[in-house]
């Protein structure tokens, strides 16, 4: 079985050829790559998932401050907002675990960088949110309360996850994932393309419509700007999350009612390619640009260092 691919159309390929789900070919590919036994390594993923639970309850039982100040609990705040534009619970779930999971990660939690730390709530949040409205029944009408979820996980939870991990690994190979390189299109956005694709595919979409959703939703991050405030991963990293989150909905949304990207996957990652290069440095996470040198940012950055 061939075990290195680049792109979508390499991964296909490969998948069709050995009459294998991708998430079985994902497990199997872990085991080449690092020598370990399958059996270990599912035990692995349940336990990362299980960081991603504990994140997402412990951000929404109590408000995350973070001693910066620039993180002040939004995901309970969202969670127990009475007043919504927007009423479904699906989305509006989603957002607030987005929130809640990146809150803990900005006030030094344990989370799981799914692919980066500053985008940790966005691929979590969307897949826990699906599974807490359509399956796990034990879960309360309020958008705060969730209950602990143990392994062994359901396998398709576990697989929207090896899913979401098979895209950020092509983004890696052809793109980045790293903000300094790339700027946030690499964190964020790449986290949004995981993110759809795994929501697509607990939708029961074929591979190439799972892809095509992770197209839809990164074509609308390219060039998105890596510029934290006190060079801090809290502003506007945080809140992007729930928006970048709400992005792969959409994607999904549309995948849904047979909509699909006219530029494919690969291209897309491409173009995301030759956009971080040209890119300026200054608003590639080094806080020399951006949101961060505006006068309330340098504010923040010179309060700090006092």
């Not at 990362?48 to 412990?58: D, G, N, Q």
């Not at 309360?145 to 143990?150: A, D, G, Y």
């Not at 060039?223 to 809140?239: F, N, Q, S, T």
């Not at 009612?257 to 080094?286: H, R, Y």
Request: charge should be neutral.
């Amino acid at each position: 079985m061939q075990f290195r691919f680049h792109t979508f159309a390499e991964l296909e390929t490969i998948v069709q050829a050995e009459k294998i789900t991708a998430p079985a070919y994902g497990i199997k590919r872990e085991a080449f790559m690092s020598g370990v036994p399958e059996a270990r390594i599912l035990t692995e993923i349940d336990r990362r998932i299980s960081v991603t639970r504990k994140a997402l309850i412990k951000g929404l039982e109590n408000p995350q401050h973070s001693r910066s100040g620039l993180t002040k609990g939004s995901a309970v705040a969202f969670a127990t907002s009475t007043r919504r534009l927007i009423r479904d619970d699906l989305f509006t779930r989603s957002l607030a675990y987005a929130l809640a999971i990146n809150e803990v990660n900005a006030c030094g939690g344990k989370v799981v960088s799914f692919p980066t730390a500053g985008s940790s709530g966005i691929v979590p949040g969307v897949i826990w949110a699906w599974w807490d409205t359509r399956e796990n029944h034990a879960v309360g009408g309020a958008i705060g309360t969730v209950h602990p979820c143990n392994p062994p996980y359901d396998s398709r939870l576990r697989d929207a996850f090896l899913v979401a991990s098979l895209t950020g690994v092509i983004i890696a190979q052809g793109a980045t994932l790293a903000g300094s390189e790339g700027a946030c299109q690499a964190e964020c956005g790449a986290a949004g393309a995981m993110a759809a694709c795994a929501l697509a595919y607990l939708e029961e979409q074929p591979l190439k419509a799972c892809f095509s959703a992770a197209a839809l939703s990164l074509k609308n991050s390219l060039g998105l700007a890596c510029d934290p405030v006190a060079g801090l991963v809290e502003v506007p990293c945080v809140k992007r999350n729930a928006f970048v989150t709400a992005n792969a909905l959409t994607a999904v949304d549309l995948t849904l009612s047979s909509i699909e990207s006219i530029i494919p996957f690969d291209e897309v990652v491409w173009a995301m390619k030759q956009i971080g290069d040209n890119l300026p440095g200054s608003i590639k996470e080094n806080s020399t640009g951006g949101l961060a040198i505006t006068p309330t940012g340098l504010a923040f950055k010179q309060a700090l260092e006092r």
